[in-house]
């Protein structure tokens, strides 16, 4: 009768050997799905970069991604919320929400908090810079550090009655936006100049808000209400 042995250690590991190696041969991982528990990503010291999946958070556990910097800070969230809306935030190293959406209105963002320009009320009422020049005359200037690729500005735009002009956005007296944009006789409107800005990210600039008179005897008026950077 034959007897099953033990297998022999030596020829144990080399069948091990071989697993492992055909292990090794197999396809890489190309997409998996993730319905419970936490993956990680961590440096060759253990140190977690990256965390996805069930995530505890604020005393309860969210589904989502936390990224982590060498010093174990969070930098990034994305998490899901109860209303299905989400929630992503970028944190300074102190711990700060620098840049995050609004979930309660879920519109727009949270953080950073913008700020508005407010117009005395008399130059609401009649724009502070006046021309009478056929050629383009300096109103105001917008100074900044570039960080969109194009410059809004939003004007009050007056002319008296018989009298119309044009206006536009120029820097060091060459126009950037792509034509002037026309005042009408009489008009007392706000109107939108938006305008491509040169020069690198962060670059500081200085854009010119010009304003000419091209008919009529009266005088044209403008007025900065604001301005921002926009998107191409």
Partial sequence: MKVNQPEDLVARIKRLENEVATLKRGSSLSGAV??????????DTGQVLQRIGAIPWAGTTAYGAINFRAN????AIIFDTADGAGYWAFYDEQGNPCLSNDTVANQGLATPYLPYTAT???????APEVTTLGTFDQMARISGHKQNPYIRAYLLTQA?????GE??????GVAITDAPTP???GANMYQTVDAPL?????????VDVEARRLTGAGSIRVGVAF??????
């Fill in 183 to 185: 005042i009408p006789d």
């Fill in 120 to 126: 005395p009320w008399t130059q609401v009422l009649t």
């Fill in 34 to 43: 993730l319905s419970r528990g936490t993956v990680e990503v961590q440096t």
């Fill in 167 to 172: 206006v536009q956005l120029a820097i060091g």
């Fill in 160 to 164: 008296d009655v018989g009298t119309t």
């Fill in 72 to 75: 174990g800070t969070v930098a």
């Fill in 198 to 206: 040169p020069g690198d990210h962060m670059a500081i600039f200085s």
């Fill in 227 to 232: 301005s921002s950077g926009r998107q191409s």
